[in-house]
């Protein structure tokens, strides 16, 4: 991840480091020694007693969290959750009905029970963590015999704030994994969201008996329809889905689509509106389209209408908004003096001209944008761009036409932002076996990521087929009948090499809360640090503009790391984006002579104190002839015939744009 204050570096003592990686090394020591082995029960009294314990502690603010490592670092507070990576393992993709049944008695130690399920149900309260959350459940059946541990990794809140292991009563856990916590106690652990099916007892099943007469069907999807009214009324978007849901069931049945298939369609209408307010944009589409009537009475006409809106504003979130504007033409055919289907179609017309001609109103956009309202109303415009096959580099992205020095390449608006400011701002130490390093890891972004997926399926191939080390079972996307599967190792190691820092633009932010996001179509674009084009951020839109002219077919370069400092740079693309680069540049900064090296940094650190002291705005010519003779110095450590014209003195940047902004005092 590429951020834009870099100033912010959060430091971890070599003791710390050391720490964190003997406690993972020992875990994996000891979960190897043990694959295979006989679990061993526990005492369900003392188990009960210890996690009703440990979540009072953690509602008064409490609670010991064993993940949590002492940082230090410029602007931020000295402690982050520090977390082990790159053991992947793939996500069930099995439906709960075609899994066999398994029992706690049944679990062995450091194993994934494939093809297995487990039923469970809560038995104490939820200790929430900072990375993750636990609890005690029991087999259903057996009060007071058998126990364990169950917990939930990072994706241990759904939509909101929510625990998920605190909003239902009991479980399907699809392939168990139990394994060891860090600490060495034997846990079930969820990594995968899709792998975890809660029961909520709240809801009644809506399985209908075969012989089933339409009345008493109808009596059930009506009972269903009034108990979601009720709990959208409150607001329990979650339950008031839920029990749409279970009405649907028995309302697509034969025996009541046959006398009154209006249910159905009230149904989902209904729930179109509960998936648009949930962010559940396939779904909101596919229900609104469902609930058509296309009669020519005016109810009939005014449900369709709600159903175009509900369809039309699910498109435009999507960014689909050719299909947003026929749903909304349709909407205004059926009620031509409506104005708010007026106003919507003339906002709609605007990002389909942004999306063709990448004429964004900058200015405008960023007037409208706030701390409260961070994110952009704007197109993304590719079309100067294609994606394609860079030599030694994976894909990269290309021209499609001559770009001038100075021109809009593409715009996007992410897929996904975190901001520091917001509550899904989490950044973790992650400590990766597979490479030996500790990296400071945007993690609540993956957390975001991998809730959008699950709630757009629509979207997952595009994300999964970013560049990411973990490649999983290489698939695009898969479902079952439980809903959408996700990979989290998948998508976490394509956030890592593919998500960008959009800066502080609302407010202060350090190395610990740094707002991240992913967008997608820029996520082609390779590294140069003889760049021909540089990324700016409107909010959530990132610009990416040419710096000097590029013909059509030529790749375009924007600087992952933008340090001057040669060794700096190398490691920052190494650590973070797995690569040495090897552009002209590098080649000769390469060859040099290391003492010169350090003496031109020793020189550009200096320059930068200077740059960050001295505003330019009336400066003094002394001031002036002081920074002249700093770039100068910086100047002469670079060899005239090895760096070339062409080739950027990195070094020189910052003092060249001060001198070039500097007016002297009158
Ligand atoms: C944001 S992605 C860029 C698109 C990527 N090349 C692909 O095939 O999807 C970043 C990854 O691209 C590769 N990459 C980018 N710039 C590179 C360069 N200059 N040299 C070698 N690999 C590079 C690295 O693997 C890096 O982790």
Not at 2 to 19: C, K
Not at 185 to 197: F, K, M, Q, Y
Not at 441 to 465: H, T
Request: hydrophobic share 35%; glycine share 6%; proline share 3%.
């Amino acid at each position: 991840m590429a951020s834009q204050h870099d100033g912010n570096t959060i430091f971890l003592s070599e003791q710390e480091a050391e720490r964190i990686r003997n406690t993972v090394r020992n875990r994996v020591k000891e979960c190897s020694a043990r694959v295979g082995h006989e679990r061993e029960p526990r005492d369900s009294q003392e188990a009960i007693r210890q996690a009703t314990g440990a979540s009072l502690l953690a509602d008064m603010g409490g609670a010991p969290d064993p993940d949590i490592t002492q940082t230090n670092g410029r602007g931020h507070g000295g402690t982050l959750p520090a977390l082990a990576v790159g053991q992947p393992y793939p996500p069930c993709a099995i439906s709960v009905q075609d899994l066999q049944p398994m029992k706690l008695a049944d679990l062995r130690m450091d194993t994934h029970h494939r093809g297995c399920k487990l039923t469970v149900k809560r038995a104490s309260p939820v200790v929430p963590l900072t990375a993750r959350s636990w609890t005690m459940v029991q087999d259903p059946d057996d009060a007071g015999g058998d126990i364990e541990r169950l917990e939930i990794c990072l994706h241990k809140s759904g939509y909101g704030d929510e625990d998920v292991l605190e909003s239902a009563s009991g479980f399907v856990i699809k392939e168990p994994y139990f394994t060891l916590t860090d600490q060495g106690e034997a846990t079930i652990r969820i990594d995968h969201p899709s792998d975890l099916v809660l029961c909520r007892k709240d809801i009644a099943s809506g399985s209908l008996a075969e012989d089933m007469d339409a009345t008493t069907a109808e009596k059930m999807a009506r009972s269903c329809k009034d108990k979601g009214n009720a709990a959208l009324a409150k607001q329990d978007l979650q339950l008031a889905h839920a029990h749409y849901t279970e009405g649907l069931k028995v309302a697509q049945q034969k025996v009541l689509l046959d006398t009154n298939a209006d249910l159905a369609r009230d149904l989902s209408r209904n729930r179109a509106h509960v998936n648009l307010l949930l962010d559940r944009l396939d779904e909101a589409k596919t229900d609104a389209t469902a609930s058509l009537i296309g009669k020519d009475d005016q109810r009939s006409k005014d449900l369709d209408s709600k159903a175009f809106f509900r369809a039309g504003s699910a498109a435009y979130s999507l960014g689909e908004y050719q299909e947003a504007k026929d749903f909304f033409d349709e909407r205004l055919k059926l009620m031509p003096d409506n104005k708010e289907a007026t106003a919507f179609l003339k906002r709609i017309r605007r990002r389909l001209h942004e999306q063709e001609t990448g004429s964004h109103d900058l200015k405008k956009i960023r007037a409208g944008l706030s701390r409260a309202r961070p994110r952009v109303d704007a197109a993304t415009f590719t079309r100067n761009t294609r994606v394609g096959e860079s030599t030694r580099r994976g894909r990269g992205l290309f021209a499609t036409r001559d770009i001038a020095a100075g021109e809009i390449v593409m715009c996007e608006k992410a897929f996904c932002v975190v901001w520091g400011h917001e509550s899904a701002a989490l950044t973790a130490m992650t400590y990766d076996l597979r490479d030996d390093r500790i990296r400071v890891s945007p993690v609540g972004l993956s957390k975001s990521i991998v809730q959008k997926l699950l709630s757009n399926p629509s979207q997952i191939e595009r994300v999964m087929d970013l560049h990411g080390d973990y490649q999983g079972d290489g698939k695009a996307a898969s479902s079952t009948e439980d809903g959408p599967v996700v990979d989290t190792f998948r998508v976490h190691d394509i956030m890592s090499r593919n998500a960008f820092g959009p800066g502080s633009q609302f407010g202060e932010e350090g190395a610990s809360n740094a707002s991240t996001g992913l967008w997608i179509w820029a996520a082609y674009i390779n590294h140069s640090c003889i760049a021909n084009a540089k990324k700016e951020y409107v909010g959530d839109l990132m610009v990416i503009r040419a710096t000097q002219a590029i013909a059509s077919g030529e790749e375009i370069f924007h600087a992952y790391d933008e340090s001057s400092d040669y060794e700096a740079r190398q490691k920052a693309l190494m650590t973070t984006w797995g690569f040495e680069c090897n552009c002209a540049l590098c080649a000769v900064e390469k060859g040099d002579d290391p003492a010169v090296r350090k003496k031109r940094q020793e020189l550009a650190d200096e320059a930068d104190a200077f740059v960050a002291r001295e505003p330019w705005t009336n400066a003094k010519r002394l001031t002036i002839v002081k920074a002249q003779r700093l770039a100068r110095s910086i100047d002469d450590t670079y060899d005239g015939k090895r760096y070339k014209s062409g080739l950027p003195r990195l070094a020189t940047r910052r003092i060249q744009e001060w001198l070039a902004n500097a007016t002297p005092r009158r």
